[in-house]
């Protein structure tokens, strides 16, 4: 899928582009063999949240601080150049005004300059790292970073769970405001998503859409499409939404104690559920159990493997990672039929992922207490293709990025990894 606000490299934002697909724009896959073993080099980091790339050989790190919003105190981020290999630094930002913590949001802009949300600010940076602008964003709490739309205006929101999510439009050159706020119907936690120049937004109860009109130049919202997915259920908030052809698909119960892992973190009875709305007909919609044990939860989006007609699900909290074959759809609502390709059990995958389509390569994480492993595996049938210790403690729960050549880079808070095949100059993995 092509998002022309972004620059032309094959990640250049979280989610692979804005319609959270979680597959490069271009390039080929790790092309794991039989004999191939997986290499890891490892760097701590302070609440590292993505990587994303740039010009060829490029390579950016988001990372923030966190001990000082322990004590009610403001805190920052921070965006660095690193190698692609070494992942040593080379370009470092000064530190990024925040205020209240949570992870924000990198991308590089079809511009060539790099934009960062994080806390109640946008910040313009340069690609040597160099602090162009900032913009004080409206309310004071935390925004959970943005969407760049075709047309190149940048949208975010605040994270919320009571209060409505308010909506903000930033022209990327002036980064001024490009129209009024739009306030939302209810709150939102989960990020927003985005097709051409359509912003969809899941709420805590329902999913809305709002249209750029390019007439009278703001967001619209569509009065015509809304989804109550939580209607008649017990399930909790939806997270993240995964838009592929004509379908949403989301994840709820995302409500969780998440510390160091998701293990044991749903704090909800019911079970989470994947859950498909159509985009043409959201008045009805279908959700599937993921494992069907109570106390099931998330806290990222699934994954569509969009030519081979799959979806991948996951219960981070009960450690279940299933996969589905997607039907043609059975009528003009959309309405579809899962049927069960795979399911792992015991498996703890909570991160974003990375799809390498080309190859059916579908890169996860397996957490176990205090030892996080990052797995290769093939989307058809969840055979393992190749596995590696990262050093991490912590379980990632947040953004992958695919890497220059036959690589991919993952953050897990506590350090930054590049997982790579092997050359005739590689040697054991390097942990530091």
């Not at 790339?53 to 966190?66: K, M, N, Q, R, T």
């Not at 309310?139 to 075709?150: A, G, K, R």
């Not at 209060?163 to 990327?172: C, I, V, Y």
């Not at 050549?405 to 993952?410: A, L, S, T």
Request: hydrophobic share 35%; glycine share 8%.
């Amino acid at each position: 899928m092509t998002y022309t606000g972004y620059f032309d490299s094959p990640w250049p934002s979280e989610d692979g582009g804005p319609s959270r697909l979680q597959v490069p724009r271009k390039g080929g896959g790790l092309n794991i063999q039989s004999e191939t073993v997986l290499q890891c080099t490892s760097k701590r980091t302070h609440m590292s949240t993505m990587a994303v790339l740039g010009a060829p050989g490029e390579v950016f790190l988001l990372s923030h601080s966190v001990i000082r919003s322990h004590i009610g105190l403001p805190t920052s981020a921070s965006v660095c150049r690193i190698d692609p290999e070494s992942l040593n630094t080379l370009y470092r930002s000064p530190p990024l005004q925040g205020g209240p913590m949570w992870p924000g949001g990198m991308a590089v802009h079809i511009n060539g300059n790099l934009y960062v949300v994080y806390g109640r600010y946008a910040h313009k940076l340069d690609r040597q790292c160099n602090l162009l602008s900032t913009y004080l964003l409206p309310l004071n709490e935390p925004y959970n970073s943005f969407v760049v739309l075709d047309n190149g205006l940048i949208v975010t929101k605040n994270l919320s769970a009571t209060t409505p999510a308010q909506l903000t439009t930033l022209k990327p050159d002036t980064f001024k405001s490009a129209c009024n706020d739009v306030i939302c119907p209810e709150a939102s936690i989960a990020r927003l998503s985005a097709n051409g120049n359509t912003v969809y937004l899941v709420g805590v109860t329902k999913v809305w859409r709002f249209h750029w009109n390019e007439t009278s130049q703001r967001l619209i919202r569509d009065p015509d499409w809304q989804c109550h997915y939580l209607k008649d259920a017990s399930q909790s908030y939806g997270w993240d939404m995964v838009i592929e052809g004509n379908n949403g698909w989301f994840m709820d119960n995302g409500k969780h104690n998440y510390l160091m892992s998701m293990l044991g973190a749903g704090v909800n009875a019911a079970p989470n559920r994947l859950i498909r709305v159509s985009l043409n007909h959201s008045e009805t919609f279908q959700s599937w159990p993921v494992s069907g044990l109570p106390h099931g939860s998330i806290t990222n989006p699934p994954l569509v493997d969009v030519s081979r007609r799959i979806v991948v699900g996951f219960d981070s909290a009960n450690r279940h990672l299933r996969a589905w074959r997607i039907s043609e759809p059975e009528d003009d609502k959309g309405h579809v039929q899962l049927t069960t390709l795979w399911h792992h059990t015991q498996f703890g995958a909570a991160s974003h992922m990375v799809l390498f389509p080309n190859t059916g390569e579908l890169c996860v994480n397996d957490y176990k207490r205090f030892n996080e492993q990052v797995v290769v595996l093939n989307i058809e049938n969840g055979e393992e293709k190749s596995r590696v210790n990262t050093g991490g403690l912590m379980q990632g729960v947040v953004f992958p990025c695919a890497g220059w050549h036959q690589d991919f880079y993952w953050c897990a808070m506590d350090r930054i990894s590049r997982i790579f095949v092997p050359t005739l100059h590689s040697s054991r993995n390097e942990h530091a």
